[in-house]
């Protein structure tokens, strides 16, 4: 289940395509792969809720901190041979974002009450590294619906 709102690892993008034959060497070779987004961090939630009406009263409601998101990983180098130009390294996979701290996650619910809840929520998860775009870091949301 993911939380982080519309947070997706992005991939890496393949390398170039190889060149033409000159004066009788093999043409350049295929560009490498495109490395792997890094995996998002693990949330942290409270309470959830599923197809349900929720009562919820004088409660204290505390979450963890988000996990860290995953780092991207290294594009894989051109298909041999790569004599010709424009053969390259694939791009770097993005980083996996960072996971939130969630208070009360309602799915298919709704709160018909609530009075005195109080809310301590962990620090959201920092976004993975890479060395192409980095991940989103997690967020902290009280209460978050998801359908």
Sequence with gaps: ???NRTSISA?????????????????GGTGGDGGSGGQTGGSSIALFSVNSSLFVESTN???????????????????????????TAGGHGGGGAGGSSVGIL??????????????????????????????EDGT???????K
């Design 1 to 3: 289940m993911l939380l």
């Design 11 to 27: 991939c890496g993008g393949g390398g170039g395509r190889g060149g033409s034959s000159f004066c009788g060497f093999p043409p």
């Design 61 to 87: 409601l505390s979450s963890a901190q988000g996990g860290k998101g995953g780092a991207g990983a290294d594009g894989n180098p051109p298909v041999e041979p790569h004599f010709g130009d424009g053969a």
């Design 106 to 135: 309602l799915h298919n619910s709704t709160i018909v009450r609530r009075v005195g809840v109080t809310f301590q929520l962990g620090i959201p998860g920092v976004g993975g590294a890479s060395s192409g775009n980095a991940g």
């Design 140 to 146: 902290t949301e009280e209460i978050l619906v998801v």
